[in-house]
């Protein structure tokens, strides 16, 4: 927490959690599907980071410094986590920032409570969502759409934004989204520690605007 204005010591953070990724082959050139349908030439797996207590503590760190500096402690009353992934991340920070953790499945459990909205929403809450990759945004819009009546201004705080549209889109809900790593800035950490070559940054950038 000492560090949290010291913006080297962030962009360190950054840097060693970009080519860690890429080292464990948590960041991946190749040709991938991706939950919206579309197709993709690189994939993030930030799941990988659970297997990995340093750079897990690292990301945690970073989201905490985005959230108590960007959005501030007292603006929001809980953290809702997109499932799957995304719970790995809002669970942790939930318990770091003493606020109560809930999550949105992406359908109702077909047994037991049949319960969609998992944990204990007061109506009239400030929300901030966790999500581990933005893309489109539609997983996310579909959990802020899922609470929607029960909350008021909600936020958003990724770990990596794809710059595919997802900023736009919530524009549109009035909701603002933050990212901790942009994918910009990812793809010229790769490129200036000779993790990718020239060709495959472009090729990275040039999807930014295509999907
Ligand atoms: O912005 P979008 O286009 O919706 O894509 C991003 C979503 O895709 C991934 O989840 P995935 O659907 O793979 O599920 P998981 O978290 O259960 O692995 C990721 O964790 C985001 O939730
Ligand atoms: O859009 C997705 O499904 C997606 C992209 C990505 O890079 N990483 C991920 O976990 N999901």
Do not use: W
Not at 33 to 44: A, D, E, R, V
Not at 59 to 66: A, F, G, N
Not at 112 to 119: A, P, V, Y
Not at 170 to 179: A, R, T
Request: glycine content about 6%; proline content about 2%; charged content about 25%.
């Amino acid at each position: 927490m000492s560090n949290l204005r010291d913006l080297d010591y962030q962009e360190q953070l950054r840097e060693e959690i970009v080519t860690f990724l890429y080292d464990v082959g948590a960041i991946r050139l190749g040709n991938f599907t991706l939950s919206s349908g579309n197709h993709s030439s690189f994939y993030i797996d930030l799941r990988m980071l659970q297997s990995y207590p340093l750079y897990f503590r690292k990301t945690i760190s970073l989201l905490k410094t985005v959230i108590l500096l960007g959005v501030g402690i007292d603006n929001f009353d809980y953290i809702c986590s997109i499932p799957t992934s995304g719970t790995i991340f809002g669970s942790s920070l939930a318990y770091e920032l003493f606020k109560p953790h809930i999550y949105v499945r992406k359908d109702p459990k077909t047994y037991g409570t049949q319960k969609k909205i998992e944990g204990n929403l007061v109506p009239g809450s400030r929300v901030l969502f966790i999500e581990d990759v933005v893309t489109t945004g539609n997983s996310l819009l579909s959990a802020v759409k899922s609470i929607a009546d029960c909350t008021t201004h909600n936020r958003v705080v990724a770990i990596i934004d794809r710059k595919q549209g997802a900023t736009e889109k919530f524009q549109e809900y009035n909701v603002f989204v933050d990212s901790v790593i942009s994918i910009v800035r990812a793809i010229e950490i790769l490129r200036n520690n000779n993790r990718i070559s020239h060709e495959d940054y472009n090729t990275i950038k040039r999807e930014m605007t295509k999907i």
